[in-house]
């Protein structure tokens, strides 16, 4: 069994030995997370327009679907339309504090078989009854933490009430956002984690950060590409342009 | 590659995938393709050329500096209530693996695409130890299938058509699939689907670790790698130990490189962070999550020669551009890293014993060396590693006699003279149309794929002693 300090003791040894080679510089990185991360949403909070037409032409462009409504109750109609023309029965959506929205009473009330994520520490039952729902349904509703510009992306950061397969077991995928969650560049992804990185307080409790840049995609049989391969076969953008 | 496949010398194994009709077509469609996303990629981006200088800026900053960066990633990793392993070698990194599987109880483990893994030849160790590896990437689960190994590091199943994916799919799964790549994509889905469930253990390799947030990088399309690392118990990652960045900020420089330089994409469909094993709060996700750094000769190299070559990102493009690769497909390689690059790294995990004929499987073109997304000088590696291979008296006795007898003639004007002289005569038998063909005894092998031209009648010091006169 190889220890930790055998381990980098071998490598400082090598080191050691390649001296004098130039000296590389690192990337810089901004000296103040937290006030770059306020800059950024400054700029963003009168470029969000151009953010958002970039964004929907990027998305279209790796197949993704774009939406536009004006204010949060017009969200469950989208989704009824999207469920209805795939003939979906079953949505499971994060939960209502973190999505701002109860898809069980419009959804719910229509017929459509709605679940929501659960809030708060969940048992072992909870977690069984929560894979089986999301194994089993069709069309998975979640809210996003960012949509980037520059190439149609969704971050989703997973926590509580915001499980990491929502946007990865149903065979479609919608996400709702608004004007908030819009960035234009990677360099600006890079210093919103690193805000959040530096500021506990800021930090998300969940263990994963996803990029969504379309659907799940392969082309690993004779260079034909084919969607929906593991995860969703399509991604809808919902874009709220009230609050 | 098993043994015996090894035991083929390279020239011939090099000869059977020239004679192979179905494998060149399929090289030169899938290498073309390949080649041209990624110039339409970096035509569209005019940043791309500097990021590729600060993509390289950080891998050398980020290797004089390696000691820290793990520590500090392992202390991260840690904190985040994950485990990380310590590997010297490739067997260690597979017992840690196999003394986990064996203490928790594993039956099935799920794997996404992992060069490390294959490295480790991981899958054929789980057999033996009775638990079930599932390959989930479509390409790597069709070679599994078919009990090969990948051809092409991001497109491990170019070698194969839709037909015999089909009669594959079919033996195996049990049923009639049609030769449609959409419908044999569904059933994988079906298939796989059911195995991300019942697995008891993921286990991943890394694209890349970021020290500073203790976070895992996979970078995947299919969305595998999500699958592995969220639904069964335990997350198992396997990184070379050269794959840590320092911050976030670095990690997007490499984002905005390595799907272009791979596929084309401005992004894969999924690039999944991970920072731990599941959060208080979470209804999902892994319960324990390992994270094996693993040496396996990465260190021997730090003050080495192939030093360069563990800035490497596996994306692939030095591959798609090499007319060698092109010709004869990853297989030929014998190796688990095909291509330009993957006769360095071959060379570094399996010493240089192991590329003596590899080591000349390139044109030195630099092809290599333009697309990489490090800009990896791969030509100068190369050429140094034949030159140790020959000092290390590595290369057969015949070949550096011939280039010791070369140097010789070369170093002295006099005996270069008297070579020529030899060499006109000698040369006449064998000189049609002009060219020198069908060299006879060592040298029938160099003349019969290519011909020379023949030694001059007159020299050019003759000559130019000529044009000296008024």
């Not at chain 1, 080679?21 to 700029?43: C, I």
């Not at chain 1, 840049?213 to 809808?236: F, M, N, Q, W, Y």
């Amino acid at each position: 069994m190889t220890t930790r300090a055998e381990f980098l003791g071998s490598i400082k040894r090598e080191m050691a030995k390649t001296r004098g080679l130039f000296d590389a510089r690192p990337v810089p990185r901004p000296p103040h997370a937290g006030e770059a991360f306020e800059a950024v949403k400054r700029q963003m909070a009168e470029r969000w327009p151009q953010a958002l037409e970039r964004f929907r032409e990027e998305f279209e462009r790796i197949a993704g679907v774009f939406h536009r409504v004006g204010s949060m109750d017009e969200v469950p109609g989208v989704i009824r339309r999207i469920a209805e023309e795939r003939q979906a029965r079953s949505v499971l959506s994060w939960h209502p504090a973190p999505l701002g929205l109860d898809l069980r009473e419009s959804l719910g009330r229509e017929g459509f078989a709605v679940t929501v994520a659960p809030h708060g520490a969940p048992d072992v039952a909870a977690r069984q009854l929560h894979r089986d729902e999301a194994a089993r349904a069709e069309i998975g509703v979640t809210g996003v933490n960012w949509a980037l510009a520059e190439t149609g992306t969704l971050v989703l950061v997973s926590g509580q009430g915001r499980p990491r397969s929502t946007s990865l077991l149903p065979a479609t995928h919608v996400a709702v956002f608004d004007r908030s969650c819009l960035l234009e560049s990677l360099e600006q992804v890079g210093i919103v984690l690193e805000a959040l990185h530096a500021d506990p307080a800021r930090s998300m409790s969940g263990a994963v950060i996803n990029f969504i840049t379309g659907p799940s995609r392969t082309a690993d049989i004779e260079l034909t590409l084919t969607r929906g391969v593991h995860g969703p076969k399509e991604v809808h953008a919902i874009f709220v342009e009230g609050r | 590659m098993s043994d015996a496949q090894l035991r083929t010398p390279f020239p011939e194994r090099a000869h059977s995938a020239l004679n192979d009709a179905h494998l060149q077509e399929a090289l030169t469609i899938a290498t073309t393709k390949f080649i041209g996303l990624r110039k339409e990629a970096f035509a569209g981006y005019p940043d791309g050329e500097a990021l590729r200088d600060r993509a390289r800026a950080i891998k050398e900053s980020t290797l004089q500096g390696l000691d820290t960066h793990l520590e500090r990633l392992a202390d991260n990793i840690e904190r985040l209530g994950g485990h990380v392993h310590w590997a010297a070698t490739g067997d260690e990194a597979r017992d840690i693996i196999l003394r986990l599987c064996r203490d928790r109880g594993v039956r099935m483990a799920v794997k996404s695409k992992s060069m490390a893994t294959e490295e480790i030849e991981l899958n054929e160790a789980l057999e033996a130890a009775g638990v079930k590896p599932v390959e989930t990437d479509l390409g790597e689960y069709i070679i599994q299938l078919a009990h090969e190994k990948p051809s092409h590091i991001i497109a491990p199943a170019i070698h194969k058509t839709k037909g015999q994916v089909a009669d594959l799919f079919s033996k195996e799964l049990g049923g009639r699939f049609e030769a449609d790549p959409e419908v044999l994509t569904a059933v994988a889905r079906k298939e796989l689907r059911q195995k991300f469930l019942e697995a008891d253990m993921g286990i991943t390799g890394a694209n890349f670790a970021v020290a500073e947030t203790g976070t895992i990088v996979l970078v995947t399309n299919e969305g595998n790698g999500r699958m592995v690392t969220s639904l069964p118990r335990i997350h198992v990652a396997v990184m070379g130990m050269e794959k840590v960045i320092p911050t976030m900020t670095d990690l997007m420089v490499f984002l905005a490189i390595l799907a272009r330089s791979a596929t084309g994409q401005k992004l894969s469909s999924y690039t999944t962070l991970v920072r731990g094993p599941r959060q208080p709060g979470e209804v999902e996700g892994p319960e324990e999550l390992h994270l094996i750094l693993m040496d396996n000769g990465r260190t021997r190299q730090i003050a080495g020669t192939l030093r360069e070559a563990l800035y490497c990102l596996r994306c692939g493009a030095c591959l798609n551009v090499c007319p060698v690769y092109r010709q004869i497909g990853g297989h030929a390689y014998g190796y688990t890293y095909p291509g330009p690059i993957g006769i360095l790294l071959t060379a570094m995990l399996k010493g240089t014993g192991s590329v003596k004929d590899l080591a000349h499987a390139s044109s030195l073109c630099g092809a290599c060396k333009d697309v990489c997304p490090v800009r990896i000088d791969i030509p100068r590696m190369l050429i140094e590693l034949r030159e140790h291979i020959d000092r290390e008296r590595v290369a057969p006795w015949a070949e550096r006699m011939v280039f010791g007898l070369a140097r010789r003639a070369m170093a002295s004007p006099s005996l270069f003279r008297l070579g020529a002289k030899i060499g006109r005569v000698a040369q006449v038998p064998f000189v049609r149309d002009g060219r020198l063909r069908g060299l006879p005894l060592l040298f029938g092998k160099w003349t019969r794929t290519r011909d020379l031209p023949p030694v001059a009648a007159r020299s050019f010091s003759e000559r130019w002693k000529e044009l000296e006169r008024p």
